[in-house]
C-alpha cells in the first residue's frame, strides 16, 4: 500500500490456472516478483511436520545468477502459503520470470539431499526449543492459544518423511492452480502478459491441490495460561487476544480498531504503556511491544508481549493486572477526539512498514487468500480515518474479554 495514493493493480489467470497479479509503482527502476503458493504449515498433519520446510528448500534455486542479475532474494513460510521472491531492476524481470518458475518444476531430490534436509531440520528445532522475544510465541503457548492441550515434548519430532511424501507436497502444493504470482514494482500488466506466457504457461496445472483442516472455532472457556523457562535474561509477560477468522467477516473494521488500539498502547511519545500505567507497574516495565492481528486464514490474536527488571514472582502477574486495567478502560468509555486522532495518526505511520515493493506484494497476496478485494488495501488510512470513538470501544468489548485470553509468564531457564 501507499499512504498518499492508489495505485494500478490489474489480475488474470493463465489457463493452467496461475493467479497473475501486476502493481504497478513507478517510484523506483525495480520490480518485486513473488510466488505465494497456497500450502503452508496450517496443512501439516500430525504426520507431517516439516514437509513445507522441506519442500521449499528443495525446489530449484540458483544464487549466482541471481547475483549476476542483481536480484535480492527472500523466501518465507506461514500458515497459509509458501513464499519466494525476487527483487531486481526492471529491465531483469524476464530472467526472474525463468527463475521462479523453474521453482515450480519437480525438484531433482535425492536420498542424500533429503537426509541433509532433515539433519538441518533437527538442528533449527534444537537450537528454537527454548528461544524467546517479543514477537515470538512458542509452539506451546499457540496450542495454548487455540484452545488444544499443549503439546509434550516427544510430540514435537514428528517421524521423518520419505522422500515420495515430500515429492508429492511440492507436487500438490506448487502447482499453477494453487499459486498466485504478484508483480509490484516499475512494469505493467501488458509488460508482464508475454513474459508469463513464456515461464509459466507451460506448467501443468495439478489434478489435487491441497486442502486445509477445518479452522478451530474459539476456545470456549475463561483465561488460558502457562509458565515457560526459555533463554530470556529478562522476565517475560505475553497476553494473547484471540481475534476472529477474517474471511468469514464482512469488512476489515475490526481489525482495523484493533490496529488504532496497539498504536495506542505502545506507539509515539504518548504511548499508554507505560505512561498510563501505576508507577510501580511503569518503574517495573523494560520494553513492551503489540502486534495487531494479521491478514490471515483462521482465528488470529492481538498480541501484548512485555519485559519487566524485576525477578521476583509476582512482577508478571503484578504486570498483567495493569494492563488488564488498562484494557478495561477502553471498554469503560469511549475515547475523547483528541486521544482518537492520536492513535489514529499512530496507526497509519504504522502502516508504512507495508510501503514496500516487498511489503506491498505480500499484503496482496493476503488480501487473496482471505478472499478480500484488493481494493481495501489502499483505503486502509481512510478506513482508519472514518473509526469512531464508539467503533473503538466496541472492539474493545467484543475482544478483551477472558475466554479470548491466554497468558504465558516467561521465566530465564537454568543453562
Known amino acids: 500500500m501507499t499512504l498518499s495514493a492508489s495505485l494500478l493493480t490489474q489480475e488474470l489467470t493463465l489457463e493452467n490456472g496461475l493467479r497473475v497479479i501486476v502493481r504497478e509503482d513507478r517510484r523506483t527502476p525495480s520490480v518485486c516478483t513473488a510466488l505465494f503458493h497456497k500450502i503452508g504449515t496450517r496443512h501439516e498433519g500430525p504426520d507431517q511436520k516439516g514437509l513445507s520446510y522441506l519442500a521449499g528448500g528443495a525446489s530449484f534455486k540458483d544464487s549466482a545468477r541471481e547475483k549476476h542479475i542483481g536480484a535480492i532474494a527472500n523466501g518465507w513460510l506461514d500458515h497459509d502459503f509458501s513464499a519466494y521472491n525476487l527483487t531486481a531492476p526492471s529491465v531483469s524481470t524476464d530472467s526472474v520470470f525463468e527463475l521462479l518458475a523453474r521453482r515450480m518444476a519437480p525438484p531433482v531430490l535425492s536420498q542424500e ?45 514428528a517421524p521423518p518423511p520419505s522422500l515420495n511424501d515430500v515429492l508429492s507436497w511440492h507436487q500438490k502444493g506448487y502447482a ?20 508469463a506466457q513464456r515461464s509459466f504457461a507451460e506448467i501443468p496445472r495439478s489434478i ?29 509477560l505475553q497476553m494473547a487476544l484471540n481475534t476472529p477468522d477474517l474471511a468469514k467477516t464482512s469488512d476489515l473494521k475490526h481489525t482495523r480498531c484493533l490496529q488504532v488500539i496497539c498504536a495506542l498502547l505502545t506507539l509515539g511519545p504518548d504511548a499508554w504503556l507505560p505512561g498510563r500505567l501505576p508507577e510501580k507497574a511503569r518503574n517495573a516495565l523494560d520494553s513492551v511491544y ?10 488470529d490474536m492481538l498480541l501484548i508481549s512485555a519485559t519487566v527488571n524485576e525477578h521476583d514472582n509476582d512482577a508478571l502477574v503484578r504486570l498483567q493486572s495493569a494492563i488488564t486495567h488498562l484494557l478495561d478502560t477502553l471498554k469503560a468509555a469511549p475515547l475523547d477526539a483528541a486521544t482518537l486522532e492520536y492513535g489514529c495518526d499512530q496507526a497509519i505511520a504504522a502502516m508504512q512498514v507495508y510501503d514496500t515493493l516487498e511489503g ?18 489502499d483505503s486502509g488510512a481512510q478506513a482508519i480515518r472514518n473509526l469512531s470513538a464508539d467503533d473503538i470501544q466496541q472492539a474493545a468489548i467484543e475482544c478483551f474479554t477472558p475466554k479470548n485470553l491466554s497468558v504465558a509468564y516467561i521465566w530465564p531457564r537454568s543453562a
Open 290 to 299: 503489540t502486534r495487531p492481528p494479521t491478514f490471515q486464514v483462521g482465528n
Open 360 to 377: 506491498q506484494g505480500t499484503l496482496i497476496a493476503q488480501f487473496q487468500i482471505i478472499e478480500k478485494p484488493l481494493s481495501l488495501i
Open 208 to 236: 489435487e491441490t491441497p486442502v486445509a483442516p477445518p479452522v478451530l472455532a474459539l476456545p470456549d472457556t475463561e483465561e488460558r495460561s502457562i509458565t515457560e523457562w526459555l533463554d530470556t535474561e529478562q522476565p517475560r
Open 113 to 157: 539431499r533429503l537426509n541433509a534436509g532433515l539433519k538441518r531440520d533437527a538442528e533449527i528445532q534444537a537450537a528454537s526449543t527454548y528461544f524467546t522475544s517479543d514477537v515470538w510465541t512458542t509452539e506451546a503457548f499457540q496450542h495454548l492459544i487455540r484452545g488444544q492441550v499443549a503439546p509434550s515434548t516427544a510430540d514435537k519430532v
Open 176 to 195: 499453477p492452480n494453487n499459486s498466485i504470482l504478484v508483480v509490484v514494482g516499475d512494469i505493467s500488466l501488458e509488460e508482464v502478459l508475454p513474459l
